[in-house]
């Protein structure tokens, strides 16, 4: 009796043989080496066929595909159904469990060693109720993962089991660049690094000329010249505004006397850079015109005004002047007030002084409160409102300052009350016009590209969709914290973060948004199309809306050969940006103040150096030979140890007296000395010699002051005769 043959394997059993065998003993490898790289489980018909061609498999490649109802696809389940199941089972667990493969990874790696063992791995699984049928099935998941058969698994290499295919496609997308990046962050450290050891070119370790343009315009290295650039900038203009704050503040007190006395003395209330030049130059100021009007022209309009100095103060005034204007019809109309007339015509200060032409802070203060000014109980608004018409810092207030208040056109938007109705119809005016918030922006509000509006393009803006409602306190609801400006995140944040989005992506890939534009118009057209855009944003994987980013950036919409174009000039002003103005003018504000605060306390002067600077008075009880050191040091503008004392000794300074310790005295005649130059330190200075002994008396009468230091002097003679 003949023995029957073993039946000859199928093609189905082959092709399961030789993945086994490409995968090292595990077929669930061997199919994602060969068949499914990217993890999608399943595999079209054209790939399968070179693939087959590749390993040398010569089966009836119709037949294993035809088996269900897509005959364009060989799916994991139908060349192995045991394990197309097991893997379609633990791909629902993780989703349902932890959301996705990275934040499964996340949970299985608590440690944070990057890395996952095959017993780690199960552990894990085990741990979060993962149930294996038998523990086959985890050498199979594991080797599934764990492609390059080293025993260990990363994040990067568990991606694969998201069931989304966009998400995938763009987890793996994120995974692969990010290898990238890190790879050119090692090139520009290293380019750095090189480029600080300052060698000389013919070094065999500097930095080759023919490798230059490799790392020049690596994106990362663009970026950070671009952010550097910007840094030194912004710090040059801080440093300017700072130093010409602290000037105005430390010769006129307040910056509103500075605007009225310095600035500008005819009351235009609108300066521009010529003008702060011309004080610059007068005042001896050495700052850069460019970076100090960059700080204070904060909205871009060309012009310097009273609000953009200091808002806290004009706010004050522009409240007072409407509140004056709406009661009696203007601001000096309060100086013919009865109220005002019986305080100015009866006594002041305790009855000893009284005067028809100005009034005290105290007597006004008293006006204000029987004129019923709603700030009046407001501590911070009064002593500001008394300070900034006080022109001279005297206690005193004229007419004249209610004058000037009274010159001052203001815009509407200081005085007004946030109106949120009224910037809801403005914003449904808009939107029937430009259909898009960003569009509008664009072509009807920040028509020069700098980001922000100014009160004057707002108000023009108005003008010209003919909005007639409370313009003031629509701008009042967009700006809340009172800047010269808005920005595109308080009108339309939706629109910002487009904007923002995009320039991001430009410069993370590319280095800049007008880099990117050369590197997508690869025909050097000057243009690009929405069909080029799109592909470049969907294979470098921008999640925003192309569509709306190019029809907003198109501004003028012109069609050539059927296709809209938009070109270099319409998004190279997003290079430009520089995040939200509105916030950082109100963090350079707070820094302003704050390094203001620290330059005054480093000029406090010391009880030595602040006794010098008052008028020399007689002490108590003189001790003796310390009258003529304290009148010599107060004169001289030095504390009493700047100048010799009995021993001889003399302080380590360069403009100490005498100039050098060779010619110092020594017992009676350095007394004597200290008594003669501080006499004639004293005729010196008050011009009271024996000589012009007349003139000095005649003088003496017009400066009570002067008599008074005479006074003192003699006395102090006096005293050290006695003694």
């Not at 009064?382 to 018409?389: D, E, G, I, K």
């Not at 960003?438 to 003008?463: G, H, M, P, Q």
């Not at 430009?576 to 330059?599: F, K, R, T």
């Amino acid at each position: 009796m003949t023995s029957r043959a073993p039946p000859s394997p199928t093609d189905r059993e082959r092709l399961v043989a030789m993945l086994v065998k490409r995968g090292g003993g595990s077929f669930l490898r061997g199919w994602r080496r060969e068949l499914d790289p990217d993890g999608s489980f399943d595999v079209n018909f054209i790939d399968f066929c070179s693939t087959a061609q590749r390993i040398g498999f010569t089966g009836d490649a119709r037949a294993l595909f035809g088996t269900d109802a897509n005959p364009k696809y060989l799916d994991l389940a139908e060349l192995d159904p045991k394990r197309g199941n097991l893997m379609q089972r633990f791909r629902e667990w993780v989703r349902d469990m932890f959301g996705g493969p990275v934040e499964m990874y996340s949970a299985f790696d608590v440690a944070g060693r990057t890395r996952l063992t095959y017993d780690m791995f199960v552990q894990a699984c085990i741990r979060h109720g993962f149930a294996a049928e038998e523990e086959e099935d985890f050498k199979e998941i594991f080797s599934c993962c764990d492609l390059s058969d080293n025993g260990t698994v990363s994040q990067e290499e568990v991606i694969f089991l998201e069931n989304d295919k966009a998400l995938r496609e763009l987890a793996l997308f994120k995974a692969k660049k990010s290898q990238k990046d890190k790879h050119l962050k090692l090139m520009c450290w290293a380019h750095r690094e090189d480029g600080l050891r300052s060698l000389s070119p013919t070094h065999r370790l500097s930095q080759r000329p023919w490798l230059g343009e490799n790392f020049d315009h690596l994106p990362m290295l663009v970026h950070h010249r671009r952010v550097e650039w910007r840094r030194e900038t912004n710090h040059r203009c801080l440093e300017a505004r700072i130093v010409f704050v602290h000037h105005l503040r430390d010769t006129y007190h307040n910056e509103v006397r500075a605007w009225r006395c310095g600035l500008d003395p005819k009351s235009t209330f609108e300066l521009t850079a010529k003008d702060i030049c011309t004080y610059c130059r007068k005042h001896d100021l050495k700052l850069d015109s460019g970076d100090l009007w960059k700080s204070l022209d904060k909205d871009c309009d060309g012009f310097f005004r009273l609000e953009e100095l200091c808002v806290g103060a004009a706010d004050v005034l522009a409240s007072f002047q409407h509140w004056a204007i709406s009661e009696f019809g203007s601001t000096a109309a309060i100086w013919d007030r009865h109220e005002m007339i019986e305080a100015r015509t009866r006594p002041q200060r305790g009855g000893g002084w009284a005067s028809e032409k100005k009034v005290l802070h105290n007597t006004f203060t008293q006006v204000l409160r029987d004129l019923k000014w709603p700030a009046f109980n407001d501590e911070g608004a009064r002593p500001l409102l008394l300070a900034s018409l006080d022109l001279y810092g005297c206690g005193f207030i004229s007419r004249g300052d209610l004058e000037w208040l009274d010159t001052w056109q203001m815009p509407e938007w200081l005085c007004a009350e946030p109106d949120t109705a009224a910037w809801e119809d403005l914003r449904a005016s808009i939107m029937y016009y430009y259909k898009h918030p960003l569009k509008a922006w664009r072509l009807l509000l920040d028509t020069d590209n700098s980001n922000n509006v100014s009160w004057i393009e707002f108000k023009e803006a108005c003008e010209r969709i003919r909005f007639t409602g409370n313009i003031g306190g629509a701008w009042r609801a967009l700006n809340e914290r009172l800047a010269s400006s808005i920005s595109m995140k308080e009108y339309d944040s939706a629109s910002a973060d487009l904007l923002n989005s995009f320039k991001d992506w430009a410069e993370t890939n590319f280095g800049s948004v007008k880099l990117a534009f050369k590197a997508i118009d690869v025909n050097n057209t000057g243009k690009l199309s929405y069909q080029e855009l799109k592909r470049a944003c969907q294979n470098l994987k921008w999640q925003g809306e192309v569509r709306l980013l190019f029809d907003c950036l198109d501004l003028d919409g012109k069609l050539e050969g059927g296709k809209r174009f938009i070109s270099m000039k319409e998004v190279q002003f997003l290079d430009e940006w520089e995040g939200d103005p509105g916030l950082e003018e109100q963090h350079e504000d707070e820094i302003v103040n704050q390094a203001l605060v620290s330059l005054n306390a480093q000029k406090r002067p010391t009880r030595a150096s602040s006794a010098s600077a008052a008028l020399p008075s007689l002490p108590k009880r003189p001790v003796k030979g310390s009258s003529d050191r304290a009148l010599a040091s107060a004169l001289a503008g030095k504390p009493a140890s700047a100048v010799p004392s009995m021993n001889g000794a003399y302080p380590p300074t360069a403009n100490s007296w005498p100039p050098t310790a060779d010619l110092a005295p020594s017992g009676k005649d350095q007394v004597m000395a200290a008594r003669a130059s501080a006499k004639d330190r004293l005729h010196r200075t008050y011009h009271c010699s024996a000589s012009r002994q007349p003139h000095a008396l005649q003088k003496s009468r017009s400066l009570p002051w002067l008599k008074r230091l005479i006074k003192i002097d003699d006395k102090m003679k006096g005293a050290s005769r006695t003694e």
